[in-house]
């Protein structure tokens, strides 16, 4: 079974804006987040990525969804609104760059998927969200390679363990 993955969705205090960052591997810009480790919560998890990836200590406001897969392309994810609390922003071995994003100007190439739990996470329901990752499917994969076919085979090399870092 595929490990389950914590992301961070890190707002400013006025939450009109957010950390994204750049993959290394697949260039496109996403949340910090990553696998949790065996015995790791997923919060803990969450807190942890976060620093790695940005630099930054966060706290976590609330957990606001577990997705689970309805495919081998994705894993179980929980996903946590999360504030700053220390720290500055840098760059990791996964990252090749990390920022703030207003809401109203977000990157072009930024994961629709993370876009969808962005809008999940802005909703602020009182109750966690569970839900299915519905929208990363075969044909998806098939018709973003015909787009973009470079980050199709940077993510399935970086899926079998074979990182192509720039």
């Known amino acids: 079974m595929k490990k389950s993955a914590a992301i961070a969705i890190i707002f400013n205090a006025e939450k009109n804006a ?17 696998g949790i480790d065996d015995g790791e919560m997923p919060e803990v998890a969450a807190v ?10 966060v706290k976590i406001i609330r957990q606001v969804a577990k997705y689970s897969p309805i495919n081998r392309l994705t894993s179980p994810t929980y996903t946590y609104a999360c504030s700053v609390m220390k720290g500055e922003i840098a760059v990791s071995a996964e990252t090749k760059e990390v920022r703030w994003f207003s809401l109203n100007n977000l990157p072009q190439m930024f994961f629709y998927v993370h876009h969808e739990w962005l809008v ?6 009182p109750n966690l969200i569970i839900k299915k990752i519905d929208s990363v499917t075969y ?24 990182p192509m870092n720039s």
């Open 18 to 34: 957010i950390v994204l960052t750049k993959r290394r591997d697949v260039p496109v810009w996403v949340f910090p987040g990553g």
């Open 48 to 57: 942890r990525e976060a620093l790695e990836e940005t630099g930054l200590v």
């Open 120 to 125: 999940d996470a802005l909703k602020d329901e």
């Open 139 to 162: 044909w998806k994969v098939f018709t973003y390679f015909l787009k973009h076919p470079t980050h199709v085979v940077r993510m399935l090399l970086s899926r079998l363990g074979i």
